[in-house]
Nanobody, 115 residues
Framework: QVQLVESGGGLVQPGGSLRLSCAASVSLFSINVMGWYRQAPGEQRELVAQWQRWGSTQYAESVKGRFTVSKDNAKNTVYLQMNSLKPEDTAVYYC?????????WGQGTQVTVSS
């Protein structure tokens, strides 16, 4: 079992920044894939960024150049740095992890971009 706890969401003005955190209950070295997803009201959940243990990170076209994934192995935490935020980035953001062929999800954190 893996527990994932997201934090860092909130209300921000357009053009602002937020950093989301996803703290895992197990070592990141034991997780093969971690992803950040988001779901806006009335929309399907979509992939924002995906980090793979063997090195590559993929980003959705809509966030390339604005969002960056990083990690702190000592804290078992993956971050999503979000810059130049737009109103269309408003959503609940979730992290997930692929751990021994099982997928786990966090509870989500709300990001609202509005003036």
């Amino acid at each position: 079992q893996v527990q994932l706890v997201e934090s860092g969401g909130g209300l921000v003005q357009p053009g602002g920044s937020l950093r989301l955190s996803c703290a895992a209950s197990v070592s990141l070295f034991s997780i093969n894939v971690m992803g950040w997803y988001r779901q806006a009201p009335g929309e399907q959940r979509e992939l924002v960024a995906q980090w793979q243990r063997w090195g590559s990170t993929q980003y959705a076209e809509s966030v390339k150049g604005r969002f960056t994934v990083s990690k702190d192995n000592a804290k078992n935490t993956v971050y999503l740095q979000m810059n130049s935020l737009k109103p269309e980035d408003t959503a609940v953001y979730y992290c997930n992890a692929l751990y021994y062929e099982q997928t786990y999800w966090g509870q989500g954190t709300q990001v609202t971009v509005s003036s």
